[in-house]
């Protein structure tokens, strides 16, 4: 079983990957919801480090993001835990020493001060921001207005997310994913994506741990949220 597919695994016993009728943020009813506030385990939270921090070296391997990043930027909230995450699986099974650094929902006009907790960002620091999934992609053009605004001698360099829903974003033609990258500048990879999951789910290994009908589910509405181009 290949890593992605491990993922696929991972997130169904974690509960992150839950089926039913949800309400998403752009409006939209979907028959299935990632939710990594749902990894609230230590050993949950290590594996999930793993799968990120795994990905991430296979893009610096592939020149995807440069080797020299050196900062994991997770937003409030749960970008936080992720973030710390992965940047302990970096040490730890990648040999690679990053800092980690999250946002104040408010600043702090007392102690150290400032917007951002952990590693701060500075002169020559290459930023790669990490979430959990893009649906508009508002949350991550609201983190590099942030970087932008409070630490402009860092650059921005990408962004990690779980997992790509491969939606159409606010132009119908796009990948919210594909929006973001052209208005941004940066490159915005997952893990896995939607299509990748549902390919898992049906495969073998998986057999019997989810019903035909709730594959079926996200295919219909994959059919009709798809990106026209």
């Known amino acids: 079983m290949n890593y992605r597919d491990r993922f696929v695994k991972f997130l169904l016993n974690a509960g992150a990957l839950t089926f039913g009728d949800f309400t998403l943020k752009s409006g939209r009813k979907s028959p299935y919801m990632i939710n990594m506030g749902l990894v609230n385990t230590g050993d949950s939270l290590s594996q999930l480090g793993f799968f990120y921090a795994h990905t991430i070296i296979e893009k610096m391997e592939s020149g995807v993001i440069p080797q020299e990043t050196s900062i994991l930027f997770g937003s409030a909230y749960k970008g ?14 990648f040999e690679r020493s990053m800092g980690y650094t999250f946002n104040r929902k408010e600043a702090k006009d007392h102690g150290e001060g400032g917007v951002f907790v952990g590693k701060k960002p500075g002169a020559g620091d290459r930023i790669l921001i990490v ?26 360099v990408g962004s990690i997310i779980a997992v790509d829903r491969k939606e159409r974003g606010r132009d119908e033609r796009f990948s919210a994913v594909a929006e973001a990258q052209n208005e941004l500048g940066i490159p915005v990879f997952s893990i896995i994506d939607i299509d990748e999951i549902v390919a898992t789910l049906k495969a073998d290994a998986l057999a019997g741990e989810v019903e035909n009908g709730q594959i ?4 219909e509405y994959l059919e009709i949220y798809r990106p026209t181009q």
Not at 85 to 92: E, G, H, P, Q, T
Not at 216 to 219: D, K, T
């Open 131 to 156: 979430d959990d999934v893009m649906t508009a992609g508002t949350a991550l053009r609201d983190t590099i207005d942030l970087l932008n605004l409070h630490a402009p001698e860092a650059k921005v």
């Open 216 to 219: 079926a589910a996200i295919e």
């Open 80 to 93: 936080i835990p992720v973030a710390a995450a992965a940047s302990i699986a970096m040490a730890v099974e």
